[in-house]
């Protein structure tokens, strides 16, 4: 095998950025371009991230977290609070809350959440207070390296684009209108300004359009929609009066789905998702503006909820949308992006730059395993929900294909909110752990056979744990301080802040 050295971009939204970001800066020797079209604009919406995120942007790619912070004004994400089930609410965050025993403790976290479950780490307590960082001994905010974004599309996308262009990625403005494929995948990209472009890798960064990977491959579908029925989004969102700047996402139960709140600087991002076989768009629409009077101009996104079977065939490797997509609940779509494009560059540099085989099979693997672990985790949530009784809900409890998580649910039926094999019925490097399983668990309130009483003194333990959290807490900066000191020309990153978290190296 030829080693590769030209590279194209089909696409210019945070998925083609991202990859030719990756596979330039990670391997200079290749000439990597990026063909987009601005008659096919992107899909501007995608603002939540998870803790990896940051992590791989600054920490990987080496992009500056001032400049970032001061052009991209990214807000933090603590997580996501729930208002689902049949509790208030329950908070999940990106640190172990429930899978983790307190040492003077006989039982891990989660017996002691059974009744009420107000949080088990400094980030939950932290959100539960409407407060984002603890503050340090120089009195500036205490960030971590635990936290996420939450980040406003089309600036995002913009800003990406110009350390593209630094990195050194050639950027063309055109339209793909026909592919040749041959034997070794697609050849040659025929464009409308009359050029044909060739190249030894094609990344296919289409979108939803996937007209590589997708279209020119013909490479099947997998279709989950026997776990996520919902198939459309409104979106919408109004400027910030005077709301608190939360820190974290909210994800609330509706009528036939799900709304998510996420805070920027100066909007408040919300959005329906549902599954149009239970609701009309109007009727969306209605329940939408009823919960949200504010709400300024909406747009309907269609989707569906699935993957390609392989996401490298031949010479074409599919991000983002184009290889996949499930619905935003988890805000799962960037970190797979950004996984999946050091999972290729690591691929071809262990290849001496070759593609092969077995490397494109063991990459294939990753990916799916990645996919099926996400559908089964957004399963659960749906499964379990019974905060509202409605014929959606109802379909939910009953019809829910949980698709791999049932050996998971009957070990906590079982042995209840305990952490001793839970890792060993998950398998392998699922994104979430046995941590993401158990807040959902616990937190939706799902009945199992252990029924543990604690004895007092063991309440006791637990809840003056849940009050010296509480107290730290309340002695903390709120998003808005936080970010007025980050922002500042004062505030200063340790050049290895992110670096030495990054599980891929520097
Ligand atoms: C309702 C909803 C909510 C979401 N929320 C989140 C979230 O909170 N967090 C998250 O991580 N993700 C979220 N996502 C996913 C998010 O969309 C993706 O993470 C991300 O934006 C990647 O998009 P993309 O780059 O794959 O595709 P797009 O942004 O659609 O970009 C496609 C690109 O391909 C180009 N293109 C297509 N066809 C051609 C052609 N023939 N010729 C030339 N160029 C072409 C277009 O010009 C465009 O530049 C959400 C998605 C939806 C639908």
């Given amino acids: 095998m030829q080693p590769v050295k030209k590279v194209v971009v089909l696409g210019g939204g945070s998925a083609g950025f991202l990859a030719a970001i990756t596979l330039k800066k990670r391997i200079p020797l290749f000439d990597v371009s990026v063909i987009h079209s601005s008659k096919i604009p992107i899909i501007g919406v995608g603002e939540g991230s998870t803790f990896t995120m940051p992590q791989y942007l600054h920490g990987y790619l080496g992009v500056d977290p001032k400049a970032f912070h001061q052009i991209v004004k990214p807000t933090y994400k603590l997580g996501i609070k729930f208002l689902w089930g049949p509790r ?23 017996y ?15 959100m539960a207070q409407d407060r984002a960082f603890e503050k340090q001994d120089d009195h500036g905010p205490r960030v971590n390296t635990d936290v996420a974004y939450h980040l406003e599309n089309k600036p995002f996308v913009e800003f990406l684009e110009r350390v593209a262009l630094e990195v050194g990625v050639e950027i063309v403005d055109d339209t793909v209108k026909d592919v040749s494929v041959g034997e070794e995948g697609v050849s040659a990209l025929h464009l409308e300004s009359g050029q044909s472009v060739s190249a030894d890798l094609f990344i296919d960064c289409s979108g939803f359009r996937s007209e590589l990977l997708g279209k020119a491959l013909e490479e099947p579908y997998i279709d989950f929609s026997s776990s996520l029925f919902s198939d459309r989004a409104i979106a919408g969102g109004w400027t910030r009066e005077d709301e608190p700047l939360k820190p974290y996402t909210t994800a609330e ?15 408040i991002n919300r959005g329906y998702v549902y599954s149009s076989a239970f609701l009309s768009d109007d009727e969306a629409e209605a329940e939408f503006r009823k919960k949200n009077p504010k709400v300024e101009d909406t747009r309907v996104i269609k989707f569906g909820s699935g993957s390609y079977r392989r996401s490298w065939v031949k010479n074409v490797v599919a991000l983002g949308n184009a290889s996949g997509f499930v619905e935003p609940l988890e805000a799962t779509s960037l970190a797979i992006i950004c996984e999946h494009s050091a999972k290729l560059v690591q691929t071809l540099a262990d290849n001496d730059l070759s593609i092969h085989p077995s490397g494109r099979k063991y990459y294939n693997q990753t990916v ?3 996919w099926d672990a996400i559908r089964r985790f957004l399963a659960l949530h749906y499964k379990y929900n019974t905060r509202y009784d409605t014929p959606y809900w109802q379909a939910c409890w009953n019809d829910t294909d949980l698709a791999g998580a049932e050996e998971l649910v009957e070990y906590y039926t079982e042995s209840g909110p305990g952490t001793m094999w839970a890792h060993l019925a998950m398998g392998a490097n699922d994104p979430f752990g046995w941590e993401g399983y158990l807040v959902m668990l616990v937190g939706q309130q799902v009945a199992n056979q252990r029924n543990y009483q604690p004895a007092e003194q063991e309440t006791k333990e637990w809840q003056a744990y849940v009050d010296s959290l509480e107290k ?12 007025d000191i980050i922002r500042s020309d004062q505030w200063l990153w340790r050049p290895d802040f992110y670096s030495n978290a990054s599980p891929w190296g520097r």
């Fill in 472 to 483: 730290r807490a309340s002695n903390s900066f709120t998003m808005r301080e936080a970010l």
């Fill in 368 to 370: 799916r395993t990645n």
């Fill in 253 to 267: 139960t509706m009528d036939a789905g799900w709304a998510w709140q996420i805070e920027h600087d100066h909007l």
């Fill in 112 to 126: 002691y959440c059974a009744d009420e479950f107000k949080f088990g780490e400094i980030n939950a307590a932290l």
């Fill in 88 to 110: 208030d609410h329950f908070i999940y965050t990106f640190n172990a809350q429930l899978d983790t025993r307190r040492q003077n403790l006989p039982k891990p976290n989660g």
